[in-house]
């Protein structure tokens, strides 16, 4: 009954792969992210997505490539990876509405610990 | 713009000893505020969180905090620290009018000592 679960925990690929990670969550959110947390812990949001629709696109590079199938899934496709793209990448949803709503709580995966090699 | 600044990446306190991590937001409305715990290599957990009303707010595993608006400051509390605190604290905020997403302070490392 995992809330927002990612996959998968550990990556470790070569520079120049190209490579996805999965989100999916059972909490029927509207919204979804992703964060990046690098290698000082700092956490920055990349991407936001209401109702697959791209809300939030950070300074990202284009080779980070969202998608969002449906509401309760949000991939994150990365093409052509680098070195600098090693963090741990976290997945997290959000309502945007109900009694108890609060803007920006988020509900955090599990993250995917990226190494690029 | 909002921004949260975390004072002090690392402390550490001995086993029972008050926890107090510092906490400041910049911004010209006060906004929600939130208190993650990441213990090592898992995700972020919502420990407590601000909106309104009383700013003394209570939050899971012992911990508190208290908005105090005059100070811009959120700073969380333990009055005894146990072993398993130890984690890193990040504190959060929301803008009340923009996007709904976080910024994150950078985090403080909480180790305590037997």
């Known amino acids: 009954d995992t809330a927002v679960s990612q996959t998968p925990k550990y990556l470790v690929t070569q520079m120049g792969n190209d490579k996805s990670i999965k989100c999916e969550q059972n909490l029927g959110h509207d919204t979804m992210y992703w964060y990046k947390q690098d290698s000082k812990k700092f956490l920055k949001i990349m991407f936001s997505y209401n109702n697959k629709e791209l809300i939030i696109n950070e300074t990202v590079p284009n080779r980070f490539s969202p998608k969002s199938p449906d509401k309760a899934h949000l991939n994150l496709h990365i093409n052509s990876l680098e070195l600098g793209d090693s963090a741990v990448y976290f997945c997290?949803?959000?309502?945007?509405?109900?009694?108890?709503?609060?803007?920006?709580?988020?509900?955090f995966g599990q993250g995917t610990r990226l190494t690029v090699v | 713009a909002q921004s949260v600044t975390q004072l002090g990446s690392h402390v550490s306190v001995s086993e029972g000893a008050l926890v107090l991590l510092r906490c400041n937001y910049s911004s010209s409305v006060p906004p929600y505020l939130f208190w993650y715990v990441q213990y090592p290599n898992q995700g972020l957990q919502l420990l407590l969180k601000?909106?309104?009303?009383?700013?003394l707010v209570k939050g899971i595993n012992g911990f508190e905090a208290e908005f105090k608006k005059s100070e811009t400051s959120f700073h969380l509390t333990k009055p005894s620290a146990h072993m398993s605190d130890a984690a890193e604290y990040f504190c959060a905020v929301s803008d009340k009018t923009g996007a709904n997403n976080l910024f994150f302070g950078t985090g403080t490392r909480l180790t305590v000592i037997p």
């Open positions: 601000y909106t309104t009303g009383a700013t």
């Open positions: 997290a949803s959000s309502p945007t509405s109900g009694r108890y709503w609060v803007k920006g709580e988020a509900f």
